[in-house]
């Protein structure tokens, strides 16, 4: 069964300093793959999503992950932190076949120090 | 444009009561999605539901859940004789249609449920 992993449930970073998300899949054959940002006691909104094309995929607030299908990963990065993007970061993917059903990884919360 | 509306925000029920969670789908949306975040673990899929029919429910547990999504109303999220691993916040998702590649599903705010 398709799985999600995401290095790392709390990562912190000063303002400023670059973001790094890690997020790895398990499936052989390339899913799609989202990134999905919660806020507290929000739902989910979406980052930014892969499903073809150009590899380095770019989404809302600054944010863009890159797909590399030899690695089986998709990690979220952006250059400079905001204090604003204190939050939890969820990946996502979900399978060609089935691509209503999203599969999440257990989220990174991102710390923001000042 | 409202967004996906959910209703309790916040449920307290007791051990073997039922919870009732409402998910209002944004407008023009017929597809509505049902997951379940644990605490400190990410979402997990829970049901699929079409206006009038149940698509998928392979993430529903064997008993005590239930889901609709009737003609007219709301999605409605059953549990019944809640027992304290219920505790979680349930959180519905909307589509205009089938989700694909190209369709993004919008989140609603969540119910946080606590059976105490």
């Known amino acids: 069964a398709q799985s999600v992993t995401q290095l790392g449930s709390h990562v912190s970073v000063s303002e400023g300093a670059l973001v790094l998300l890690r997020c790895n899949y398990s499936s052989s054959v390339p899913p799609y793959l989202f990134w999905y940002v919660q806020y507290p006691n929000q739902g989910l909104q979406l980052l930014l999503k892969y499903t073809t094309g150009a590899t380095l995929v770019k989404g809302i607030n600054g944010f863009e992950a890159e797909f590399k299908k030899s690695e089986t990963s998709f990690h979220l990065t952006k250059p400079s932190a905001h204090m604003s993007d204190a939050a939890e970061y969820f990946c996502a993917v979900s399978d060609r076949d089935s691509s209503y059903k999203l599969i999440f990884g257990s989220g990174t919360r991102l710390l923001v120090r000042p | ?116």
């Open chain 2, 1 to 116: 444009n409202a967004g996906v509306m959910q209703n309790p925000r916040h449920l307290v029920r007791r051990r073997g009561q039922e919870a009732r969670l409402r998910c209002s789908p944004m407008k023009g949306h017929s597809h509505v999605y049902w997951y379940r975040q644990l605490p400190e673990e990410g979402l997990k899929f829970m049901v699929y539901l079409q206006k009038e029919n149940i698509i998928d429910e392979s993430g529903m547990p064997k008993e005590r859940f239930s889901a609709e999504f009737p003609k007219e109303g709301p999605s409605i999220l059953r549990i019944q004789q809640v027992v304290r691993g219920d505790s979680a916040a349930y959180f519905c998702a909307s589509s205009p249609g089938r989700r694909a590649e190209s369709t993004e599903a919008f989140f609603g705010q969540g119910t946080r449920l606590t059976v105490v």
